[in-house]
C-alpha cells in the first residue's frame, strides 16, 4: 500500500501492515471457529481466554501488581471524568483536587462537581 495515512489525533492510531493482514484473515474465521471475533460470545472459553491473555500482557508491560483489577470497559476519555470521582469521592465530604491546563481539565472538573466538592489548584 502507497497511500498509508498516519493518524496521531485521539482515538484509534495507524497500525503496521502485518497486524492489519492478521486482523482481516481471523475477522472472516478466528481460530478456526468459522465466525469473527465480533461474532462470538463473550462467554465462550476461547473469548475468556483472550481477556486473561490480555490481562497477563497488560500487567507484565506495566508491572501492574496482582493487587489491582484490570477492567476492560466501554467509553473514552471523557467517561472517565464521571468515573473516576464517582469512585474517589464516594462522600461528599470527599473533595477533588484539579490542575486546569486546558479544555480537558475543565470538562473533569465540571463532571466531578456532580459527584462532590472540587478544588481548583490551578487554573492556567
Known amino acids: 500500500m502507497t497511500n498509508r495515512v498516519y493518524n496521531f489525533s485521539a482515538g484509534p492510531a495507524t497500525l503496521p501492515i502485518p497486524v492489519i493482514e492478521t486482523v482481516q484473515k481471523e475477522f472472516l474465521d478466528f481460530h478456526g471457529l468459522g465466525a469473527s471475533i465480533v461474532e ?21 508491560l506495566t508491572g501492574l501488581p496482582n493487587n489491582y483489577k484490570v477492567l476492560f470497559m466501554h467509553g473514552g476519555a471523557q467517561m472517565q471524568f464521571s468515573a473516576v470521582p464517582l469512585n474517589l ?26 459527584y462532590g466538592n472540587t478544588e481548583i489548584l490551578m487554573d492556567g
Not at 41 to 58: A, M, N, Y
Open 40 to 60: 462470538i460470545s463473550h462467554r465462550l472459553p476461547v473469548f475468556k481466554d483472550i481477556i486473561e491473555t490480555t490481562k497477563s500482557l497488560f500487567r507484565e
Open 89 to 114: 469521592m464516594s462522600m461528599k465530604s470527599h473533595k477533588g483536587s484539579y490542575f486546569i491546563t486546558g479544555r480537558w481539565g475543565t470538562l473533569a472538573e465540571n463532571e466531578a462537581r456532580k
